[in-house]
C-alpha cells in the first residue's frame, strides 16, 4: 500500500501540476503576454495525436504485427507536408467564419446546414467514445501493474467497484480542469491558451518518457543497438523476420489501407481539428509546425522496435506486448523509471481526454442541444432574457456526460476490446468526415444533400464492416454471421463484402466506405440543386486562399439595433455584446448597421455554431438576410473574369486594326514603287526624247556641209529649243526633289495676288494665242496682299493657267481665271471648259507619278497630237509650294465652264502691313 | 511563401506518398544483417530525409 500512496501522490500531483501551469498559460494570455504565440507550442500541442495509445500500444503493434505501427504516424507526416496549402486553408476559413468545430466547419461549408452538423456531431460521439474509454483503460491498466507488479492479472473492471478504480478520479479531475480551463469563455472561438500549454507541456512530458525507456532498454539492458539486435537474432530467430512487410496485416494493400486511413483520420478527428485549426494562432505557426510535427513522431517512434525487441527477450517477466514500456523497467527492478513511465502514459491519455471532450462538448451543445431547446416551444426558451449562462451550463454538463460516458463504455466493455483495435476502429469513423471535407474545400459543386447520403452510406457500412463484427469478437453477439454472412446471406459477410476476401479488415472497411461515401457525394451533387446560401458558401470555401475572399459585410435586410442588442445580450451577455456592437444598450429603433448585423451574426456563430447563429439572426432581421457579402465576392471574382475577357479582346481587336493599317501600308508602298518606277522609266523617256533630237540635229550640222543657212538656223532653234526644255524639265526634277525632301527655301514677302496672276496671264498670252484659247480675267477691287514667295507663286499661277490651257476643249478653248477675296484670304480659280476631272480622280492629280500615268494614257489615246502635256509634275510642286505658304490647293468642278476648277487659296497677309508692295 | 515553395511542398508530398507505398517499399524489404530486414532501417531514414527537405522547405530563404 506504500507504493500505491506514492503513486496516487505522484500522479495527482501532476495534474495537480497541469493546472498551475494552464492558469500560468491563462494569466500570461490575460496579460497578452501569451505563450501559446509560438509555433513551437503549436507544433507540441499537435502531438494530441499521440495518445496512451501511442504510448502503450506502439511497442505492442511492433511485437504483434511488426511495422504496421509505422503507418499511424506516417500518414499524419504525409498530411502535414501538404499542411501549409490544406490546414492553412482551413485555418483561414474558420477564421473569417468563426467556426469552432469539424461538425461546425462541415456543416457551415454546405449553407449552414444544422441537420448536418448534428450528423458529423452524433457520429464524432459515436466514434470517439471508445477512443475516451481506451484512455482510461489505459491509466487503469498501468496503474495496476504499476503498483501489483509482478502480479499481471488486469484488474477487474466494474461499475460496483468504480470507487476503487483511478481511472474514474483521473476523469473526475480532468473534468474539473476541462470545466475550468475549457469554458473559460462563452465564445468556443476564443482560445483556450491555458488548456495549450498544458497540452504541449504533456507532449513533453510523454516524449521525455518514452525516449528514456528506450535508452534504458537499448544502452542499459543491452550495450547499444548491435548488441540488442545480435542478442534478439541470436534468442529468438523468429524475430528477426517480424519487420519485414510480409509481416502487415493484409500485405502491401493492408499498408496502403492503412497509411491512407491515419492520413485521412489525422485531418478529420475532432482534437486534431481542434489543436490544428481552433486553437491556432497564427497561420504562420503551420510553417513550423508541418515539419516539427513529423519530426516529433520520428522522434517518439525511434526506439518503438528495441523495446518491443528487449520485451519480446524478456519472456514471462515483461508480460502482455501492450504492457512492455511499463514491464522492461519494472523487471530491471527500477522504481523510478517505471514511475516517469506511468506519468507519460498519463499525460498522453489526459492530454488527448482533455482536447477530445473540449471538440466534442463544443459540438454537443452547439449542434445538438442548443438547436433542439431552441426548437423546444415548451421550455420557452426565446422569451427568457438572460440565456448566456444556459449556453455554459450546457456546456459544462456535456463535459460531464462525455467523461462519464466514457468511463461507462471503459467499465462495461472495456475489457473485451483490445487497444489497437478501438484506436483504428475509430480512426475509420473519423475518416467518413474527409470526403465531405476535402472535396468540400476544393469542389464547389459537393452539396449538402450528397455530402449527408455519402456520410451517412459511409457510417453504415463501417458500422457493418468494422463496429458490429468487432462486438460480436468481444462475445457479446453470436459470431456465426461473421463466418456465414447474416441470415446465411454470404455476400454480406461483414469481413468479406460481396465476396472481397484476403485484404485486412481495415482496408477492406476504409474501401467500402469511401467508396460509397465518395460516390454518393459526388453522384448526388452532380444532380443537386443547392440553395443560395449552399452557393455562396460553397465559394468562400473554395476561394478561401484566394485574395480577391475577403469578406465585406453587406447585408439585405433590416433589424433595430435594439432588438439585434436584445437578441446578443440574452445569448451572450451584456458585457461582450458591448464589446461586439461598440455600443451601450441602444433603446431607440434605428436600424442597425450592416457591419453590426455581420458582427452579431460572427459572435453568435462563436457560441452557437453557424446554423444556430443563422436561425437566430434570422429571427430579428426582417427580409433576406441573404449573405451578400458572400455573393458579391463572387461577383467580383466573375466580373474580374470578364473585365480581364474585355481587355483582351480590346487588344485583340487593336492588333487586328494595326494588322491592317499595316496591309494597307504595305499595299500604298507597293503602288508608290510601282509609280516611282514608271516615274523613273517616264523620266528616262522624257529626257531622251529632247536628247535624242538635239543629237541628231547636231549629227546632221556636223555632217552635211551643204546644208543652207536657212536650214541650219531652223536646226540650232531646235537644238536651242529641247535644250531648254531639258533643262526645264531638270529643274522640275530638282525642285520635286527639294520639295520632298523639305530642303525648298522660300523668300516670303508681301505681294499682290491680283498683280502676280496678271503678270502670269501675261507670260502666257502667246501660248494661248498659239492654241487657240481665248482666256478671261475677272479681277477684284481692292488688292489682294499676301505673304508669298513671289517667284515660286508664279510660277505654281503660270503653271495653272498651262494646265488649263492644255486642257480646254481642243477646238473651241476657253479658260477663266478669277481672283476674289474669300473669307479670311484670297482664292484664286483657274477654270476650264474641257472635260474635267471625275470626282474619285481628283486628289491623285497630285500625286506626281499619277499624273505622268494619266498624261501618257491620254498621248496613248491619241487624243492629242502634241508632244506630251508636260512632265506631270506641274501640280505636285505647285500643291507643294503653296502648302509651304501656308495656303491650299485643290480641284473642283468648273460651275460656269463645265470642265476642271483649280483653286488656289492663300491667307491674307497681316494688316499693318498691307501697304507695303 | 510562393507558388514555388508550394509546389515543391506537393510534390515532396507525392513523392513521400510514393516511397511510402508498397511497390517502392517492397525494394527495400530485403534482408540487412543477422536475418533483419532493411525496411525499417529505410523507413526511418526517408522520413528523416523527408523531414529535413521539407524543413529547408519551409524554413528557408522564406522566413520572414
Redesign the interface.
Known amino acids: 500500500m506504500r507504493i500505491e500512496g506514492l503513486v496516487l501522490t505522484i500522479s495527482f500531483s501532476y495534474l495537480a501540476l497541469l493546472f498551475i501551469i494552464a492558469a500560468w498559460g491563462d494569466r500570461r494570455a490575460e496579460q497578452r503576454r501569451s505563450l501559446v504565440n509560438s509555433p513551437t507550442i503549436y507544433a507540441l500541442s499537435i502531438a494530441v495525436y499521440c495518445t496512451a495509445w501511442t504510448f502503450y500500444g506502439s511497442v505492442g503493434r511492433a511485437a504483434t504485427t511488426g511495422l504496421s505501427y509505422l503507418l499511424i504516424y506516417l500518414g499524419p507526416t504525409l498530411a502535414m507536408l501538404c499542411g501549409w496549402m490544406l490546414i492553412r486553408k482551413m485555418i483561414r476559413i474558420a477564421r473569417a467564419q468563426r467556426i469552432t468545430s469539424i461538425a461546425d466547419f462541415i456543416s457551415a461549408r454546405y449553407g449552414k446546414s444544422g441537420a448536418l452538423g448534428a450528423l458529423v456531431a452524433a457520429i464524432a460521439i459515436v466514434a470517439i467514445m471508445p477512443y475516451i474509454a481506451l484512455q482510461l483503460k489505459a491509466i487503469t491498466v498501468s496503474y495496476g501493474i504499476l503498483t501489483e507488479y509482478p502480479r499481471q492479472t488486469p484488474p477487474a473492471l466494474s461499475l460496483t467497484g468504480f470507487w476503487n478504480d483511478k481511472a474514474f478520479w483521473v476523469a473526475l479531475v480532468l473534468a474539473v480542469f476541462i470545466i475550468l480551463f475549457g469554458t473559460r469563455h462563452l465564445d468556443a472561438s476564443e482560445r483556450h491558451e491555458g488548456m495549450v500549454t498544458a497540452i504541449a507541456f504533456e507532449s513533453l512530458v510523454k516524449l521525455f518518457a518514452f525516449v528514456a525507456v528506450g535508452v534504458f532498454a537499448t544502452f542499459v539492458l543491452y550495450q547499444g543497438p548491435a548488441d540488442l539486435f545480435a542478442t534478439a537474432a541470436q534468442l529468438l530467430p523468429e524475430a528477426a523476420h517480424h519487420f519485414g512487410l510480409e509481416q502487415i496485416p493484409g500485405g502491401a494493400l493492408g499498408w496502403f489501407g492503412t497509411l491512407i486511413l491515419a492520413m485521412l483520420a489525422f485531418i478529420t478527428l475532432p482534437r486534431q481539428f481542434q489543436v490544428l485549426v481552433v486553437e491556432n494562432v497564427n497561420e504562420e505557426h503551420l510553417k513550423r509546425a508541418c515539419w516539427l510535427f513529423p519530426f516529433y513522431l520520428l522522434l517518439i517512434n525511434l526506439f518503438v522496435i528495441p523495446i518491443a525487441l528487449a520485451g519480446m527477450l524478456g519472456g514471462s517477466t515483461t508480460g502482455e506486448p501492450d504492457n512492455y514500456v511499463l514491464t522492461l523497467p519494472l523487471s530491471a527492478g527500477l522504481n523510478g523509471l517505471p514511475m516517469l513511465v506511468f506519468i507519460g502514459g498519463l499525460s498522453a491519455a489526459t492530454s488527448m481526454m482533455i482536447v477530445e471532450t473540449i471538440a466534442l462538448s463544443t459540438m454537443v451543445s452547439n449542434q445538438l442541444v442548443m438547436p433542439l431547446l431552441l426548437r423546444w416551444r415548451a421550455l420557452q426558451l426565446d422569451q427568457r432574457r438572460d440565456l448566456s449562462g444556459w449556453l455554459l451550463g450546457i456546456r459544462r454538463v456535456a463535459i460531464v456526460f462525455i467523461l462519464i460516458l466514457g468511463y461507462l463504455y471503459h467499465a462495461l466493455i472495456g475489457e473485451a476490446y483490445s487497444l489497437v483495435t478501438i484506436g483504428l476502429v475509430s480512426f475509420a469513423a473519423a475518416a467518413q468526415f474527409a470526403p465531405a471535407l476535402l472535396l468540400g474545400l476544393y469542389w464547389r459543386g459537393a452539396s449538402r444533400t450528397g455530402a449527408a447520403c455519402g456520410m451517412i452510406a459511409g457510417i453504415l457500412v463501417w458500422a457493418w464492416t468494422l463496429l458490429i463484427p468487432g462486438f460480436a469478437l468481444s462475445g457479446w453477439l453470436d459470431t456465426g454471421f461473421i463466418e456465414q454472412g447474416p441470415f446465411g446471406i454470404e455476400t454480406l459477410r461483414p469481413y468479406a463484402l460481396f465476396g472481397l476476401e484476403g485484404w485486412d479488415i481495415y482496408t477492406h472497411a476504409l474501401f467500402w466506405t469511401m467508396l460509397v461515401n465518395i460516390g454518393l457525394l459526388v453522384g448526388i451533387s452532380l444532380f443537386a440543386r443547392p440553395g443560395h446560401l449552399e452557393q455562396t458558401q460553397a465559394a468562400l470555401f473554395t476561394n478561401a486562399l484566394k485574395p480577391e475572399a475577403e469578406q465585406a459585410p453587406i447585408w439585405q435586410g433590416q433589424a433595430s439595433r435594439r432588438e439585434l442588442f436584445g437578441l446578443l445580450v440574452r445569448y451572450l451577455g451584456q458585457s461582450s455584446t458591448t464589446r461586439l456592437l461598440g455600443t451601450e444598450r441602444p433603446d431607440d429603433e434605428t436600424p442597425a448597421t450592416p457591419q453590426m448585423i455581420a458582427a452579431a451574426e460572427q459572435g453568435l456563430t462563436g457560441a452557437l455554431g453557424s446554423a444556430t447563429a443563422r436561425i437566430l439572426i434570422n429571427s430579428v432581421v426582417r427580409g433576406e438576410a441573404l449573405d451578400m457579402s458572400s455573393i458579391l465576392s463572387i461577383l467580383d471574382t466573375t466580373s474580374q473574369t470578364l473585365e480581364y475577357n474585355r481587355r483582351l479582346e480590346q487588344k485583340s481587336t487593336e492588333l487586328a486594326r494595326i494588322g491592317e493599317e499595316l496591309r494597307s501600308a504595305n499595299e500604298r508602298l507597293r503602288e508608290l514603287d510601282r509609280l516611282k518606277d514608271e516615274f523613273v522609266a517616264m523620266v528616262s523617256h522624257e529626257l531622251r526624247t529632247p536628247l535624242t533630237s538635239i543629237r541628231a540635229f547636231a549629227e546632221i550640222l556636223r555632217d552635211s556641209d551643204d546644208l543652207d543657212r536657212e536650214q541650219q538656223t531652223h536646226f540650232l532653234a531646235i537644238i536651242v529649243r529641247e535644250s531648254e526644255r531639258l533643262s526645264r524639265l531638270i529643274e522640275e526634277i530638282l525642285d520635286l526633289a527639294r520639295l520632298e525632301s523639305g530642303r525648298m527655301t522660300l523668300h516670303p514677302e508681301h505681294c499682290d495676288l491680283q498683280e502676280l496672276l496678271s503678270r502670269a496671264l501675261e507670260a502666257v498670252t502667246h501660248l494661248f494665242q498659239e492654241r487657240g484659247i481665248s482666256h478671261e480675267l475677272k479681277l477684284t477691287a481692292s488688292p489682294c496682299p499676301v505673304i508669298a514667295d513671289p517667284d515660286r507663286l508664279q510660277q505654281v499661277l503660270i503653271n495653272l493657267l498651262d494646265n488649263a490651257s492644255k486642257f480646254a476643249d481642243e477646238n473651241e478653248g476657253q479658260v477663266l481665271a478669277t481672283v476674289a477675296p474669300y473669307k479670311r484670304g484670297f482664292r484664286v480659280t483657274v477654270e476650264d471648259n474641257g472635260s474635267g476631272i471625275v470626282e474619285q480622280e481628283r486628289e491623285k492629280v497630285f500625286e506626281k507619278f499619277h499624273q505622268i500615268e494619266q498624261a501618257r494614257s491620254l498621248e496613248e489615246k491619241g487624243g492629242s497630237h502634241q508632244r506630251p502635256r508636260g512632265t506631270g509634275l506641274g501640280l505636285p510642286i505647285s500643291r507643294g509650294i503653296v502648302n509651304q505658304l501656308g495656303g491650299r490647293l485643290w480641284i473642283d468642278r468648273s460651275e460656269r465652264l463645265g470642265g476642271a476648277c483649280l483653286v488656289l487659296e492663300l491667307p491674307r497677309a497681316p494688316e499693318e502691313t498691307t501697304d507695303v508692295d | ?1 510562393r507558388k514555388r ?2 509546389s515543391r ?2 510534390a ?2 507525392i513523392l ?2 510514393l516511397l ?3 511497390p517502392l ?2 525494394l527495400f ?1 530485403r534482408p540487412l544483417g ?4 532493411a ?2 532501417v529505410a ?2 531514414l526517408i ?2 530525409l ?2 529535413l527537405i ?2 529547408l522547405i ?2 528557408g530563404r ?1 522566413e ?1
Do not use: C, N, Q
Not at chain 2, 543477422?34 to 530486414?37: A, C, E, H, V
Open positions: 511563401m515553395a508550394e511542398l506537393l515532396l508530398t513521400a506518398l511510402f507505398s508498397p517499399l517492397l524489404d543477422l536475418g533483419f530486414s525496411l525499417p523507413i526511418y522520413w528523416a523527408v523531414i521539407s524543413a519551409l524554413e522564406h520572414d
